[in-house]
């Protein structure tokens, strides 16, 4: 696609289940990040990817989120036994390495989650 | 502790006049300055960057200032449009190696008035 998605645009679920997060970076883009906003916050960092390696997992807030990247492309977030204040948009962006001008990063349309 | 503060939740301008739109910053290390756009249920779209070694960069409408003994910036739009109106967000890049994540503000909300 031209774009970054991700899917679900939704997911509303109940405390204590598991829920998995997708998205699918700009072709070719080496580099993947997950950030998440919550109400009336920025963007939070959470994990960086460059292909399937994440050296950087200093945002994920608890062991009970991990992601995953396979084929240097797709990549999961999962959060385990999810609770309330993990309700949030998660958003996903891409970029290319080395960079340009600048580290631009694009970005997905996000997830909205909603743990009951 | 927040190292990219925007102060103003938002700011309300009328069209065909400046918006100006502030940031400030903690970290010295930070290599590059980026403006994003984000209009409700889209994700952020990138908008504007200037690196540490300019002070100023400009692109059509928008100009990005950056003042680096205050650690601050500005974002400039003129004139401005009512299809600005959005969620304007400044991000900072930190190089920690080839890791280029941003650390973001909390956002302004800008509405432009017809």
């Known amino acids: 696609g031209a774009g970054v998605s991700q899917s679900p645009s939704n997911k509303v679920t109940e405390k204590g289940k598991d829920v998995e997060l997708r998205c699918d970076p700009i072709?070719?883009?080496?580099?993947l990040y997950w950030y998440r906003q919550s109400l009336g916050q920025g963007l939070e960092f959470l994990i960086y990817f460059q292909g399937n390696s994440a050296p950087d997992k200093s945002g994920l807030p608890s062991d009970r989120f991990s992601a995953e990247r396979t084929g240097g492309s797709v990549s999961t977030l999962t959060i385990q036994r999810t609770q309330q204040e993990d309700s949030a948009v998660y958003l996903c962006?891409?970029?290319?390495?080395?960079?340009?001008?600048?580290?631009?990063?694009?970005f997905g349309p996000g997830t909205r989650l909603t743990v009951l | 502790d927040q190292q990219v503060k925007q102060n103003s939740p938002s700011l309300s301008v009328q069209e065909g006049r400046i918006s100006i739109l502030n940031c400030d910053y903690t970290n010295s290390m930070f290599d590059y300055f980026l403006w994003y756009k984000k209009y409700p249920a889209e994700g952020p779209t990138f908008l504007i960057s200037?690196?540490?070694?300019?002070d100023k960069n400009e692109d059509g409408r928008f100009t990005v200032f950056l003042n680096k003994s205050a650690k601050h910036l500005s974002l400039h739009i003129v004139p401005s449009q009512p299809g600005d109106s959005a969620v304007y967000f400044c991000a900072a890049s930190d190089k920690g190696g080839s890791n280029y994540k941003l650390t973001f503000g909390k956002g302004t909300l800008l509405t432009v008035n017809p």
């Open positions: 962006a891409s970029s290319s390495l080395p960079f340009g001008v600048s580290p631009e990063q694009f």
């Open positions: 200037i690196s540490s070694i300019k």
């Open positions: 072709s070719g883009h080496t580099a």
